[in-house]
């Protein structure tokens, strides 16, 4: 499982190289996230992709954005924080799943096989999504990593019925959490614009670590051992149906007011 003091620098690594001038932006952004998940193997390796990206960000800074005349709106503002809330709730808590595998009798061998398999998800997540963001729209990938959030559930659930399915839960789940880390700064930049990303993200960024970290150290010590692990199940599957349904409000009803226009030239964006 993620250790809670690389949480802040995998949120960060994207705000760092977010500069790079490249059409495959989501792609980069998860390659240097899958290099920094590899750092499970030694202590040492995460320090290599973070010193990359804080080289490439001194080098080249990203220049200031303009004031616009106008400041960009959206509506729908308070529903995209919200899926990001989910989101984060919903990674937070994985832990449960490992819980509920020792819960319903799953031997050692299975969930030592399951925690195996998840590291491997974990390198693969961010390329995955990165990828799609570049060749779908984040929207399509925010909907599909929800669905996969999902799907996890049910497939960790059923892990009692047979071993294979507890391992394919655990694989489907630190799939969607490391590929959130990609998603995150993609669909930020897309919802929010590049220029009220720079000012935007660091707070988000910020906010999202800190509910993090609250949140396992509040299941750590405090409601791992008072609650059944199989309710936490059930309320991951409900943050993983709220953050489908508020990204996919929040991205169909969002619209910019353009810099230099007309209050009355206001046009509403529907980007698919």
């Known amino acids: 499982m993620l250790d809670f003091v690389l949480v802040l620098a995998l949120l960060f690594i994207p ?30 390796l995460p320090l290599v992709p973070f010193s990359c990206a804080l080289f490439l960000f001194r080098q080249k800074r990203p220049a200031r954005p303009q004031e616009a005349r106008f400041r960009p709106m959206n509506p729908a503002l308070p529903m995209f924080l919200f899926f990001l809330l989910s989101m984060v709730v919903f990674c937070a808590l994985s ?32 390329v995955w999504i990165g990828n799609r963001c570049d060749r779908r729209g984040p929207f399509h990938s925010a909907i599909l990593l929800t669905l996969a959030a999902e799907l996890s559930v049910w497939i960790a659930a059923a892990g009692s019925a047979h071993p294979f399915l507890f391992i394919a ?59 059944q692990p199989g309710n936490f199940l059930i309320s991951l599957l409900f943050f993983a149906v709220l953050s489908a349904a508020a990204v996919s409000f929040s991205w169909k009803r969002r619209f910019v007011l353009l810099a230099g226009s007309a209050p009355e030239n206001v046009l509403q964006q529907r980007r698919q």
């Open 169 to 227: 839960g655990a694989f489907c789940v630190h799939l969607c959490i490391s590929g959130f880390f990609a998603l995150m700064p993609v669909i930020t930049a897309v919802f929010l614009g590049e220029s009220a990303f720079y000012r935007a993200y660091p707070l988000l960024a910020s906010f999202a670590a800190g509910m993090w970290i609250a949140i396992r150290l509040l299941y750590v010590n405090r409601l791992a051992d008072a609650c």
């Open 15 to 44: 705000f760092l190289i977010h500069h790079i001038d490249t059409q495959r932006k989501g792609l980069v952004t998860g390659l240097f996230l899958s290099l920094f998940f590899w750092g499970k193997i030694s202590p040492v």
């Open 95 to 126: 832990l449960s799943f490992y819980s509920y595998g020792s819960y319903v009798g799953i031997d050692t061998h299975t969930l030592r096989l399951g925690e195996q398999w998840g590291n491997l998800a974990l390198l693969i997540g961010p």
